[in-house]
């Protein structure tokens, strides 16, 4: 059973922007904290945003100001609004549930979408 699919990746040059979306099962997404997280060519997988079921976000540094998460609890969707985007953007996105702490997911892992940014 898929858990997770997120879609809206794509090549923007810097300075441009992306929205990304993902869809949950209800199990996941119900009551859970939503996150963003992302994985760049030889990098590990880092945060990058979070988004509590009432609503309360935070964001990693090198994205905060430029990225805006939010949440459909109606569809059980999560969307990502990323701005003026730079080149070390560049990375596989995938969102998730987060467990009882940070770092910790409940869901498996999706395909992600493919953001690429060129200089």
């Known amino acids: 059973q898929v858990q997770l699919v997120e879609s809206g990746g794509g090549l923007v040059q810097a300075g441009g922007s992306l929205r990304l979306s993902c869809t949950a099962s209800?199990?996941?997404?119900?009551?859970?904290?939503m996150v963003w997280y992302r994985q760049a060519p030889g990098k590990q997988r880092e945060l990058v945003s979070t988004i509590t079921s009432d609503g309360r976000t935070d964001y990693a540094d090198s994205v905060k100001g430029r990225f805006t998460i939010s949440r459909d609890n109606a569809k059980n969707m999560v969307y990502l609004q990323m701005d003026s985007l730079k080149p070390e953007d560049t990375a596989v996105y995938y969102c998730?549930?987060?467990?009882?702490?940070?770092?910790?997911?409940?869901?498996?892992w999706g395909q992600g979408t493919q953001v690429t940014v060129s200089s």
């Open positions: 209800r199990r996941l997404f119900r009551d859970n904290t």
């Open positions: 998730n549930a987060e467990g009882p702490y940070r770092g910790y997911v409940i869901g498996s």
